[in-house]
């Protein structure tokens, strides 16, 4: 086994999840840290920092270092990463790991840039950058080599990405950034209009969670005098400032997503569009990919079929797509060379 360990990180907004050579995953904790207000000092970072949130005292501040799948916060993020790898290598580590790490397709030469810099810092000897949409279709076992056509769809919680890959390489490929955050925030505003009551992130993405839904099905909510189906909403009173809770409809929370859940949908049809008419030929055959946290969204694949009248599948494992990707495309760097990127 070589002494210099290979590392692929998918450091996204919701989830971080790490890839070590001949081991697979090793770590899947929420990028969330929690450091000191007076002296930057690192007290949390993944469960435990989530656990922290919007529950801090004045000296602490628990924070999502990342926004929208780019960095929100260099210092915290660099900080973040060095656990990352002191955690998979051990902390007096003398011989500095090689690291692959995932930046969104859409992502800016200077947004790119700011994660090299902070994966140098925080200890690595060589930093390599791959876009997610391509990690996510290797992890999902798509034959990105073959001479044809496969749409991936990458949904995560700060930015969802569609790509078309043939010959090793990204054809098409668009992103926007709306995608699970955008969602919890739809349904915490929802709250906030129709019913006065505020809830934080976490209750939001709880009921995103329990009881969301791209849409109904309409098999099992025919007939007469069916109930709607109802959640309890624990939170604040907008104006009398005092504890509350509401009962929701899973209808009300499905009317809250639409809109953001069409602008994604959007961007899937903006990239069909666009693509060879042999490459729509193989897609209509294979069908669309789904990967990432938000792709879980109950009956999201079956809105997505039919709003674009290709069939869609959720991958399997479809959260640690991407960190596979890493993996895969770590061990063999000279065969993905097209898709890879080192300063």
């Known amino acids: 086994m070589a002494l210099i360990k290979k590392i692929g990180i998918d450091l996204g907004t919701a989830n971080s999840v790490v890839y070590v050579q001949d081991k697979g995953i090793v770590l899947q904790e929420p990028t969330v840290v929690a450091v000191t207000v007076d002296d930057n000092k690192v007290v949390a970072v993944g469960n435990e920092a989530k656990e922290m949130l919007g529950r801090t005292p004045e000296s602490i501040v628990a924070s ?51 994660v090299e810099d902070a994966t140098y810092s925080a ?74 009551l505020v809830i934080g992130d976490q209750t939001a993405e709880r009921i995103k969670l329990e009881m969301g839904r791209a849409m109904g099905d309409p098999e099992t909510e025919s007939g007469e005098g069916k109930k709607p189906k109802m959640i ?74 039919q709003e674009t009248g290709v069939p869609c599948h959720v991958a399997e494992e479809a959260i640690l797509c991407v960190a596979k990707g890493t993996g895969i495309a770590l061990d063999n760097l000279e065969l993905y060379k097209r898709a890879i990127s080192k300063r």
Request: charged letters at 25%; one cysteine or more.
């Open 64 to 114: 999502r270092p990342m926004r929208d799948g780019v960095i929100a916060d260099y210092v915290v993020t660099e900080a973040m990463l060095r656990y990352f790898i002191q955690k998979v290598v051990g902390k007096g580590f003398w011989l500095r790991p090689e690291v692959m790490i995932c930046v969104p397709a859409g992502c800016t030469q200077v947004e790119k840039r700011a």
């Open 123 to 196: 200890g690595a000897k060589e930093v390599y950058v791959i876009h997610e949409p391509f990690a996510a279709a290797l992890g999902a076992g798509i034959p990105v080599g073959e001479a044809s056509g496969n749409m991936i769809v990458d949904m995560g919680g700060g930015s969802a990405e569609a790509a078309v890959v043939s010959l090793g390489g990204v054809v098409v490929s668009k992103s926007v950034r709306v995608a699970g955050n955008a969602l919890d925030d739809a349904i915490a505003q929802m709250l906030r209009k129709k019913h006065g």
């Open 232 to 305: 309890k909403v624990k939170g604040r009173d907008s104006i009398q400032g005092l504890p509350r809770s509401v009962e929701i409809t899973v209808e009300e929370l499905e009317e809250a997503m639409r809109s953001r859940l069409m602008q994604m949908v959007g961007m899937i049809k903006a990239v069909l569009e666009e693509i060879p008419p042999e490459l729509a030929s193989d897609i209509i055959d294979k069908g669309i990919v789904m990967s990432g946290g938000t792709s879980l969204l109950r009956n999201f694949d079956k809105l997505l079929t």
